[in-house]
């Protein structure tokens, strides 16, 4: 199956991006959906082999949503490559379009329960959750 593939162009620098993309502080704020859902945790070791763990609930605590993997590749500030524990590939790779826009990548391999619609509906928001969230910092 074909990944599902993001793109967004943010008006801020690359190291800042990066940043607010892999630092767990930042993570549980923008990895959730909307208001109905928060970012409950975010863990990754910045390394080849290293933990991986983004994950979201429903404020109702009824459902939850993680990605949590091993990190197969990372080149700080550029690109984080996660192996997810189910099979599946995540990927970041920033790209400077000057000092101060940065174009940022997201891919992910669908997953087999959800429709690749919704998935798309899902990595949708995310990323503009992502988006607005840089916007503000």
């Not at 859902?37 to 994950?55: D, I, K, P, T």
């Amino acid at each position: 199956m074909e990944k599902i593939k993001k793109e967004i162009v943010l008006l801020k620098g690359k190291k800042q991006v990066w940043d607010l993309l892999v630092e767990p502080t930042h993570v549980k704020a923008w990895f959730a959906l909307q208001n109905d859902w928060h970012g409950q945790q975010a863990v990754n070791s910045l390394r080849e082999g290293g933990e991986f763990l983004y994950q979201m609930a429903s404020k109702n605590a009824k459902e939850l949503y993680e990605l949590k993997g091993t990190i197969s590749r990372v080149d700080p500030g550029n690109v984080l490559q996660v192996d997810l524990r189910e099979g599946r590939t995540l990927s970041f790779a920033l790209h400077a379009i000057d000092p101060t826009t940065t174009r940022v990548e997201f891919a992910i391999d669908p997953e087999t329960k959800n429709t690749v619609e919704s998935q798309k509906r899902l990595w949708d928001e995310l990323s503009s959750q992502f988006e607005s969230y840089v916007e503000r910092h």
